[in-house]
Every structure is written in structure tokens, then in C-alpha cells.
């Protein structure tokens, strides 16, 4: 089954310290990955997406994610923490399914900063 | 550049009434994507617009319908409300002819509560 999962519901970090928010994924064939993040009472937000070449992608915000075939996962990262990064992330992976493709969301990580 | 917009914002219908929700994409953006929110299922993709005909289908049963007008703002219309559709309708559009493989923009959302 194609998929993507986060095993973390919830994530607490001190403000200044490196965040990681975790995603692993199951698919047949070549990953598009994605992140989103949420904050209250708003839609999502694109952060970054993976399609190919390096795998070490920059997106916004001071965000990367790290994309490991072997490992197959696509970790969200952040050298130091905000307490404005204090959200829901998504991670979200594009279903190929026989004349359709479509974006499978992840249960979100609420990740907290602590100041 | 306005953003997605929805409406209404906040929605109450009572069982077996029937609704239907509003997205304008941002100007310029011809794909229109929809989604379903809630605690329990998470984030479900439901149906994708691009030039006025649907190009991708969600799991979701036929009360679930939409449509897209010529100038890309899209409709969806849910029949027969039951209280598990209790949820926060979420839209994207995308300026790209394939919407998922690129960012998605997304509205605030329309919040539906069913009783």
C-alpha cells in the first residue's frame, strides 16, 4: 500500500534547540513527498516537497527534510527552534492510483516549542 | 496576490439537509483541489478540478459531489448529511496543470457541523 507515516503524535522541543518531526513511506516506485504545516485555525502551508535529485531539500520558514531511499524515510528538520514553529506538520506523499493520482496526508505531528 | 478563499466559514446543517460549499482559487489557478478534515480520519483528499472537469476522485460515497465554473471557482455540494461528516472542508488550488506534484495553496477552510 502506498502511504506515508509519523510515528510521533506529538513532538516537544526547547525554543533554540534542533527539531526533527519524523515520516516514513511505503510506495512502488519512485517517492514525491511532501510537507505541510498547519497552524490554528488556518489552512496548510507548503513547506517543501521532494521529486527528485538531491536529497537534502530546503524549504521555508529555515526548514529541510532529508530524504533516505534506504531507510525510506523523509524527515523534517530545523537547526534551531522557534516558538512560532509551534504547529501541525504533515508529511504527504502523491498516491499513483490507475488514471488518478493523489496527495496522501500523514495524522500530522504537533510539534511544540517551549520558550 | 488574494489568497484561497472560502465560504462560508463556519457551517451548522442538521442531518439529512444537504450543503454546498464555496472555494475561489488564487487569480490565475486552474486546478482546484478538495479535502476533508477530521480528528478521527485525518487529512482525506476528495476530488480534484482542472478546466471545469473533475480529474481525480477520493474514496468518498456520491453525496460527496463538486463542479468548477469557467473562472476556476469550484463548488462542492454534500446530500444527505450524516453526523460523520462533521468535519473542517479544506480547498487547495494550484497553479500547474498537475496539482499534485507541486505546491497547493490553501484556503482556511469551511467548518460543517452536523447535529
Known amino acids: 500500500a502506498q502511504s506515508v507515516a509519523q510515528p510521533e503524535d506529538q513532538v516537544n522541543v526547547a525554543e533554540g534547540n534542533p527539531l526533527t518531526v519524523k515520516c516514513t513511506y511505503s510506495v512502488s516506485g519512485n517517492p514525491y513527498l511532501f510537507w505541510y504545516v498547519q497552524y490554528p485555525n488556518r489552512g496548510l502551508q507548503f513547506l517543501l516537497k521532494?521529486?527528485?535529485?538531491?536529497?537534502l531539500v530546503k524549504g521555508s520558514y529555515g526548514f529541510e527534510a532529508e530524504f533516505n531511499k534506504s531507510q525510506t524515510s523523509f524527515h523534517l528538520k530545523k537547526p534551531s527552534a522557534l516558538v512560532s514553529d509551534s504547529a501541525l506538520y504533515f508529511c504527504?506523499?502523491?498516491?499513483?492510483?490507475?488514471?488518478?493520482?493523489?496527495?496522501?496526508f500523514g495524522t500530522g505531528t504537533r510539534l511544540t516549542v517551549i520558550p | 496576490k488574494a489568497g484561497v478563499t472560502q465560504t462560508p466559514r463556519y457551517l451548522i446543517k442538521t442531518r439529512g439537509q444537504q450543503v454546498t460549499l464555496s472555494c475561489s482559487p488564487i487569480?490565475?489557478?486552474?486546478?482546484v483541489s478538495w479535502y476533508q478534515q477530521t480528528p478521527g480520519q485525518g487529512l482525506q483528499f476528495l476530488f480534484e478540478y482542472f478546466s471545469e472537469t473533475q480529474r481525480n476522485k477520493g474514496n468518498f460515497p456520491g453525496r460527496f459531489s463538486g463542479r468548477q465554473f469557467s473562472n476556476s471557482r469550484s463548488e462542492m455540494n454534500v446530500s444527505t448529511l450524516e453526523l460523520g461528516d462533521s468535519a473542517l472542508y479544506l480547498c487547495?488550488?494550484?497553479?500547474?496543470?498537475?496539482?499534485?506534484?507541486?505546491?497547493?495553496?490553501f484556503g482556511p477552510g469551511t467548518r460543517l457541523t452536523v447535529l
Open positions: 504527504a506523499l502523491v498516491r499513483h492510483q490507475t488514471g488518478a493520482n493523489n496527495l496522501f
Open positions: 521532494y521529486i527528485t535529485g538531491d536529497n
Open positions: 487547495a488550488s494550484s497553479g500547474s496543470g498537475t496539482s499534485v506534484f507541486n505546491e497547493q495553496f
Open positions: 487569480s490565475g489557478h486552474r486546478s
